[in-house]
């Protein structure tokens, strides 16, 4: 089983979400939050931070932390045929500077606003909605219950 763990930015403001759009390798495009995989030695709170200013152009600053969410995604629709672990740090994080652009040579082909209502018609990562339940519920335990995938929503 492969493992990786990332921080995620869950950047909400006046009924909206900041979004990312990732293009996959095989040019498949799928919304998604900003963030990461957090470097070795790196602390989450500072892997987001960074992810945010890579992949938006954009400073930010952490408010709070979230939540943490794990799971395991099954080797017939994981990346690399392997079984994967995703561990993710998900952070409430606002904008404080920059402007919004595409992640030079990177995988992020725009970030835009989007309102909530929006979200539900979009092809998305489960991460959009395991960070939006999060920011919306603010568990005392910090975790949701799991995101069912298929349809609009990708692991």
């Given amino acids: 089983m492969s493992f990786r763990l990332a921080a995620y930015a869950v950047c909400i403001e006046d009924g909206r979400v900041l979004l990312a759009h990732h293009v996959k390798p095989d040019g498949e495009r799928v919304w998604t939050l900003p963030g990461g995989r957090v470097e070795h030695g790196e602390d989450p709170f500072d892997a987001v931070v960074r992810e945010v200013a890579e992949e938006t152009g954009c400073d930010a600053v952490v408010e709070r932390l979230l939540g943490v969410d794990s799971r395991v995604i099954p080797a017939t629709v994981a990346r690399a045929g392997v079984e994967h672990q995703n561990v993710g740090v998900f952070y409430r994080v606002r904008l404080t500077g920059g402007r919004l652009r595409p992640e030079p040579g990177g995988d992020i082909a725009e970030s835009v606003w989007t309102a909530f209502a929006d979200v ?10 395991v960070g939006l339940a ?21 692991h």
């Fill in 120 to 129: 539900a018609r979009l092809r998305r990562s489960s991460l959009v909605d």
């Fill in 134 to 154: 999060l920011a919306r519920t603010l568990p005392a335990s910090g975790h949701v219950g799991p995101v069912p995938v298929g349809g609009l929503i990708q």
